[in-house]
Structures are given as structure tokens and as C-alpha cells.
């Protein structure tokens, strides 16, 4: 058992601290969310929903504008992005300069 305790050991002393640091920050994003979810639990729920909007809304217009949407969401913001305003468009703008 001390031989297989010895092995589990070295092998988690090879993983990356960027993985360690990554799983803390999602750990801290849960217990946050579920921390926050609990104190708003008594407040208004059409607060809830007008802030809960506002942030769906502020997400989904940077991925779009950015094109830094995850991967799983591509599809979805390829139909959606040609009806907003794109980096990739105004570069190209940019540079073509004022219209005379």
C-alpha cells in the first residue's frame, strides 16, 4: 500500500500549477456563485431577472464582437453575428478610411 501511495504522490507532483490554479479558480467561482444564489434568494425576482439579462446581454456581445464565444456556442453565434458589429469588421473599416 505504501508503494501505491508513494507512485499517487509523485504523479501529482508532475501536474502543472496552471491546472492547481485553474481548478482553485473554478472551485472559488462555484462557492461564490452558490454563495451569491443564496443571499439573493429574498430579493425581488424582477431585479433578478433585469441583472441576470444585463449580463447574458454584456457576455454575448463580446463574443460576438470579439469571435471568443466557446466552442460548443460557434454555431449559434455564427447565425447571430452578422446582424452586430464585429472587431474583424471594423478593422477592415479602419483601414479602408473615410468615404469621399
Not at 508503494?3 to 504523479?11: F, H, K, P, Q
Not at 491546472?19 to 462555484?30: E, H, S
Not at 439579462?53 to 460548443?72: L, T
Request: no cysteine.
Amino acid at each position: 500500500m505504501l508503494v501505491l501511495a508513494a507512485t499517487t504522490l509523485e504523479r501529482i507532483q508532475k501536474i502543472p500549477k496552471e491546472i492547481w490554479l485553474t481548478l482553485l479558480i473554478g472551485v472559488a467561482v462555484i462557492v461564490a456563485a452558490v454563495f451569491i444564489y443564496r443571499k439573493l434568494q429574498g430579493a425581488n425576482k424582477i431585479w433578478l431577472t433585469i441583472i441576470a439579462a444585463a449580463v447574458v446581454m454584456i457576455v454575448g456581445f463580446q463574443w460576438v464582437y470579439e469571435r471568443n464565444e466557446p466552442k460548443f456556442l460557434t454555431p449559434f453565434v455564427d447565425k447571430v453575428a452578422p446582424f452586430f458589429p464585429s472587431k474583424i469588421d471594423y478593422n477592415k473599416n479602419q483601414q479602408k478610411g473615410p468615404k469621399m
